[in-house]
């Protein structure tokens, strides 16, 4: 059993249509956005009246649920404003949104992935956020750490609503067995820990070789290297960390043995077939696959989670925000107010029960629903030092056609260790 392709699809820093990678201070500016009304934080409920239209792409079954529990929150707020909403297949969003901006008819409010962000304002597709957000109450209740994805050249272009939250899930009752009493906290505990639980065809670890395993490497590289730019948005990534990162990384399948043999051919489909099905006994992801799992295994008994594994210089995961922007300034104090009534936290205690996707409000991940619940106290484990990717032009094609390529070759043998770690560093400087 596997979750929905809407899920996972939009998270991925590769595949996106029409969607460039960018950090902020590494590409030219892009034209001036409008900004919204500061003074104001949107009309009061008893005041506002009229439409609201937004763009999203929640459309799988889950998403759609936690969206209609967040919007009947919002109706219930605002009872003179009307949501005009209009979900958009991912692969679909950024060529519908282009063609809109293009035509000057974008909605009032859109769902901006920090990833798409310079392309929207390139396009002038987002207002400017920054007086709003520094008036308003709720500013307080958001990590800083979680607005730099939206920010670039001092601007800020979208309020988070939830986000993504990288964890490991482990097969409880394997761990028991085996006599742990904890799961591995470090990158070469986990290693031992895979290597205990693989016998015969029980394996310790799903090890994504195949599609959309680009990722998953440049977090170890990032883990290994620390941040891939330095503070003025120069690229700093070093040869031997990466070097490092990929021998440990590989290690799993080459060395120790504890991923599946076909670990070079899978993607997302086969590392969740081979967790759900007990045929590997650890899996790293993120929180957004929670209900896929917990409708399979019996959480505690059989399944927990926990924080990413760390490496002597960094974290291996990331945290992954995504947001509510205003695409037109002609009706930003009505849109606004549901940007700001999203993100906040009782929105998105609503959404969390629905999808499993985490809270960006600091006060809705210590809500009882979330606390209390053992499962997710990795995630809350996480976001204490977790880390926000660092988004550059040409990301997606690094990943997908250097990283990904270079890592499959490593696996099956026809490329060495030293020569895909120079050709990652010499096509991340390349690309950068």
Excluded at 295 to 321: R, S
Excluded at 362 to 368: D, E
């Amino acid at each position: 059993m596997a979750m929905s392709i809407d899920r996972r699809g939009f998270l991925g820093l590769a595949g996106i249509a029409g969607a460039s990678l960018f950090l902020a201070g590494c590409v030219g500016q892009a034209a001036p956005a409008p900004s919204a009304p500061g003074a104001s934080l949107g009309p009061a409920a008893a005041d506002a009246t009229g439409n609201i239209s937004y763009w999203n792409h929640f459309t799988g079954e889950d998403e759609r649920r936690g969206f209609e529990a967040v919007t009947k929150g919002f109706a219930e707020a605002y009872p003179g404003l009307k949501l005009k909403e209009e979900s958009i297949p991912n692969a679909d969003f950024m060529t519908k949104f282009t063609t809109a901006a293009q035509a000057g008819s974008l909605p009032d409010s859109v769902m901006v992935h920090a990833n798409r962000v310079q392309d929207m304002v390139g396009m002038n597709g987002l207002v400017d956020l920054s007086s709003a957000m520094d008036s308003w109450s709720g500013a307080s209740d958001i990590e800083e750490k979680l607005l730099t994805p939206f920010r670039r050249d001092g601007a800020l272009y979208a309020i988070p609503c939830t986000m993504f939250v990288d964890w490991f899930y482990y097969r409880a009752d394997w761990l028991e067995e085996l006599g742990y009493s904890e799961p591995p906290k470090t990158w070469q505990e986990l290693r031992e820990v895979a290597k205990a639980m693989t016998s015969g065809d029980r394996y310790g670890v799903a090890l994504r070789g195949g599609a959309g395993g680009g990722e998953p490497v440049i977090k170890m590289i990032r883990g290994y290297n620390g941040p891939l730019t330095d503070a003025d948005g120069a690229p700093t990534l070093d040869l031997e960390a990466t070097k490092t990162a990929l021998d440990e990384y590989s290690a799993l399948y080459l060395v120790d043995k504890s991923a599946p043999p076909s670990a070079p051919a899978d993607g997302y489909n086969q590392i969740f077939q081979s967790f759900l099905n007990g045929q590997t006994g650890m899996l790293l992801h993120h929180n957004g696959s929670l209900k896929s799992v917990t409708d399979v295994l019996k959480t505690g008994e059989q399944v927990l989670t926990a924080p990413m594994p760390t490496t002597p210089v960094d974290t291996t995961g990331w945290l992954q925000p995504m947001g509510n922007g205003i695409a037109s300034p002609d009706n930003a104090s009505s849109a606004l107010s549901w940007v700001e009534y999203w993100g906040s936290s009782d929105p998105q205690v609503e959404l969390f029960s629905a999808t499993g996707y985490f809270p960006s409000a600091t006060s809705g991940q210590q809500s009882p629903t979330i606390a209390e619940d053992p499962i997710m106290s990795a995630a809350n484990e996480q976001v204490k030092v977790g880390v926000t990717p660092e988004y550059f032009n040409g990301m997606t094609a690094w990943q997908d056609n250097s990283v990904l390529v270079q890592f499959q070759s490593l696996l099956v043998g026809e490329t060495t260790l030293d020569e895909a770690a120079q050709a990652i560093v010499d096509d991340f400087n390349k690309n950068f």
